[in-house]
């Protein structure tokens, strides 16, 4: 089998094997981020992959599913097997509009440890996808979006856990709209009165469906995701703290070091030397 080709002429889609991508020796990554979605599937694998300063192990039959602009650190053993995937969203957008939910949601989940049936189902899927991507016969990029959908309708289901016990699907949805648009403008410091008109919410429906779903106020998951924004740049990028203040909304670099240090105990430029 050849080796895959990019599913579009801009390089917006590749799929490759693991054995391939490590060439039988151990994979060490240094924390990076990507402006693409990433899915790392492991039939066999050993090791492990921080997400946004979090640890998962790599074991057999797993799955991790990233966003982009997150932040990963990948160890992978030398004899791992499986796949990687990287697509733009552009690329997976070309499919009708409709499925654009089932992108969001499978990916609002980064690890997914699969039993070892359904792991088979997965597996089954993505390797069709990499032998599309490899021989590209015509219709392939139509075969391949058919198959990631089916992947992402899989993946929701297992992931459905995570609401379970909440009792009210409208409140199950209305919480991933809220976390969608956090990803989207949380690094811009957005007060929760903005999220709330754009939710069509009042401030108080808002707070309700954040404090039933996770146990915080809007504001403290809104924080949340500020912080977490500051330290991907302070991490992955050489930017000075008042930059990455300036462009995380803070008109204050002083105020920025403050906010920072409240919530995480420790100053910006002590992050970023502890951590690299």
């Given at each position: 089998?050849?080796?895959?080709?990019?599913?579009?002429p801009?390089?917006?889609?590749?799929?490759?094997?693991?054995?391939?991508?490590?060439?039988?020796?151990?994979?060490?990554?240094?924390?990076h981020?990507?402006?693409?979605f990433y899915?790392?599937?492991?039939?066999?694998?050993?090791g492990?992959?921080i997400?946004?300063?979090?640890?998962y192990?790599v074991?057999?039959?797993t799955?991790f599913?990233?966003?982009?602009?997150?932040?990963h650190?990948?160890?992978?053993?030398a004899?791992?097997?499986?796949?990687?995937?990287?697509?733009?969203?552009?690329?997976?957008?070309?499919?009708?509009k409709?499925?654009?939910?089932?992108?969001q949601k499978?990916?609002?989940v980064?690890?997914?440890?699969?039993?070892?049936?359904?792991?088979?189902?997965?597996?089954?899927?993505?390797?069709?996808?990499?032998?599309?991507?490899a021989h590209g016969?015509?219709?392939?990029?139509?075969?391949i979006?058919?198959?990631l959908s089916i992947?992402?309708?899989?993946?929701?289901?297992?992931a459905?856990?995570?609401?379970?016990?909440?009792?009210?699907?409208?409140?199950?949805?209305?919480?991933q709209e809220?976390?969608?648009?956090?990803?989207?403008?949380?690094?811009?410091?957005?007060?929760?009165?903005?999220?709330a008109a754009?939710?069509?919410?009042?401030?108080?429906?808002?707070?309700?469906?954040?404090?039933?779903?996770?146990?915080?106020?809007a504001s403290q998951?809104?924080?949340?995701?500020?912080?977490?924004?500051?330290?991907r740049r302070?991490?992955?990028?050489?930017?000075?703290v008042?930059?990455?203040?300036t462009a995380?909304?803070?008109?204050?670099?002083?105020?920025?070091?403050?906010?920072?240090?409240?919530?995480?105990?420790?100053?910006p430029?002590?992050?970023?030397?502890?951590?690299?």
């Amino acid at each position: 089998m050849g080796t895959p080709r990019a599913a579009t002429p801009a390089d917006s889609f590749a799929v490759r094997s693991l054995s391939e991508l490590t060439g039988g020796e151990e994979m060490r990554q240094e924390a990076h981020r990507h402006n693409f979605f990433y899915l790392l599937i492991t039939a066999r694998g050993a090791g492990e992959h921080i997400i946004d300063f979090t640890a998962y192990p790599v074991g057999n039959y797993t799955l991790f599913f990233m966003r982009p602009g997150q932040v990963h650190q990948l160890r992978l053993e030398a004899d791992s097997t499986g796949y990687m995937i990287q697509f733009e969203r552009q690329f997976y957008f070309l499919q009708e509009k409709g499925f654009e939910h089932l992108l969001q949601k499978a990916a609002s989940v980064n690890y997914y440890p699969l039993q070892e049936g359904l792991f088979r189902e997965v597996y089954t899927l993505v390797t069709a996808v990499f032998e599309e991507a490899a021989h590209g016969r015509e219709g392939y990029r139509e075969v391949i979006l058919a198959h990631l959908s089916i992947l992402f309708a899989r993946l929701i289901r297992q992931a459905a856990v995570r609401y379970e016990g909440s009792g009210n699907l409208y409140i199950q949805q209305r919480m991933q709209e809220f976390e969608a648009l956090l990803e989207k403008y949380a690094p811009f410091n957005k007060p929760v009165a903005a999220y709330a008109a754009m939710m069509h919410l009042s401030i108080y429906q808002l707070n309700a469906i954040v404090k039933q779903m996770q146990g915080k106020t809007a504001s403290q998951v809104i924080s949340d995701y500020v912080v977490l924004e500051a330290k991907r740049r302070l991490l992955c990028t050489g930017e000075t703290v008042a930059r990455i203040a300036t462009a995380l909304g803070f008109e204050d670099a002083s105020y920025f070091i403050r906010f920072f240090k409240r919530h995480t105990g420790i100053a910006p430029e002590a992050f970023r030397r502890k951590c690299r």
